[in-house]
Structure formats: C-alpha cells, structure tokens
C-alpha cells in the first residue's frame, strides 16, 4: 500500500469514526458502567467478576457477597473456599476467588487498604487488567488513561473497520490512536451499550441499527 492510499483510508477512518462519535453520543447520553458498587473496592471486585460473565448477573451476585465481605481486610480473611461458593454462578469463580483475595491482601499490605488511583498500580494487583484498571480510574477517580476493551468493544470495533486485532490490549492502543482522548471513557461505554441492544453477537440486528451507515460491516452481516 503506497503512503498516499495509507494517509486516505486514515483520513476516511477518522471521518467515520466523527460521525460515529456523533451519533453514540445522542444515543447514550448517559453512557457509565452497569456494574453496582458501594465503593472503590466494590467497584474492582464486580469488575473482575465481570470477566466472561454478564454485568447482569454480576449485579445479582455481589448484593449476597458485599452482605457477607464489604471491605479489603474482609476478603483477605476469609477463607477462599467461601469466596468460591458466593460467586460462583459468576463463572471461572476458583480463579476469580483467588485473585479477588490476593488482590485484598496486596491492597492492604502495599496501599493501606485504599485502591490505588494510577493505571500502573491498580495494574499491579492480582487479577486486574487494563480494563479492569480502566473502569475504576473512569468511573470513581475520574481519570481516563485508557480504553475500557471488553467483548462487546472488541466486537464492535472489528466491525466498524477501527481494528484488525484480535488481543484486547493491542484493540486498545489501534481506538487509543484514532479516538480523541476527550472521548475515551464514553466511547467505550456508548459502544457496550449499543453491543448489548443492538449489535449482538450472533444476531447483530443492521436493519434498525444507527450506525449502519458508517459501517463497513452492516451490508454484508445478516
């Protein structure tokens, strides 16, 4: 591909992803994370559950598990045999319940008991991904340092033409290099939403869907 054709389709790229931006942003005016949460903890833990599990039915979970374990010093004590058995309906719930635990106990011997509020701390602890660490900086810190790359963004982001990645982390820095950084946090959370709605997995529903016109995909999905 000569630079000339490179530098064109970028242009094209951006032009779209305006539009996009655009529509997402009138759509889902008030896009932030479905997870329920008391506090910055609570926040980590529904985010970990969360992985290969609906927010759906992490929501039905942590009400039973923050009833019986509410803090870092809560859960570093308890036996992870008891972890296991309270979300376990999250799936993957042995090695969730360990890095829930080892992240308690990191957070109480190298922060105190608080939740760090920098990406390369929160990326430190057991069990705690750049998406993990960006939802919590996103929505209790108010810091946006990255993307929030969950199934529904990297689905919709290979659609829409923004990546050809299949790894989270390389998804991440392809919509980091093209979407403003004003709109990191509420890009992420507009396109799960329209995923969840609109965009399915199996069944993307392109007839209603608003993006259509901008997508690359929607004429030859059905």
Not at 104 to 118: F, K, S, W, Y
Not at 133 to 162: M, P
Request: net charge positive.
């Amino acid at each position: 591909m000569s630079r000339n054709t490179a530098t064109h389709r970028d242009t094209l790229t951006k032009q779209r992803l305006r539009s996009i931006l655009r529509v997402l942003n009138a759509e889902y005016s008030q896009s932030k994370t479905a997870l329920n949460y008391g506090d910055p903890f609570q926040l980590l833990v529904a985010v970990i559950l969360s992985a290969q599990c609906t927010d759906a039915r992490v929501n039905q979970v942590t009400p039973v598990l923050f009833s019986h374990l509410r803090t870092p010093f809560e859960f570093a004590k308890a036996d992870v045999e008891m972890i296991e058995r309270l979300i376990h309906s999250t799936g993957f719930f042995r090695n969730k319940a360990k890095n829930i635990k080892a992240c308690a106990q990191a957070i109480i011997r190298e922060h105190n008991g608080t939740v760090p509020d920098t990406m390369e701390l929160l990326h430190r602890l057991p069990g705690v991904g750049r998406k993990t660490a960006n939802v919590v900086l996103g929505e209790v810190f108010g810091r946006v340092e990255g993307i929030v790359v969950d199934t529904h963004v990297a689905r919709l982001s290979k659609r829409l033409g923004f990546t050809d990645n299949i790894n989270q982390v390389a998804i991440e820095q392809d919509l980091m290099s093209i979407v403003p950084k004003k709109s990191w946090y509420r890009f992420s959370h507009s396109l799960i939403l329209h995923g969840r709605a609109v965009c399915k997995a199996r069944n993307p529903n392109c007839p209603v869907c608003s993006l259509k016109n901008y997508c690359p995909s929607a004429k030859i999905i059905r």
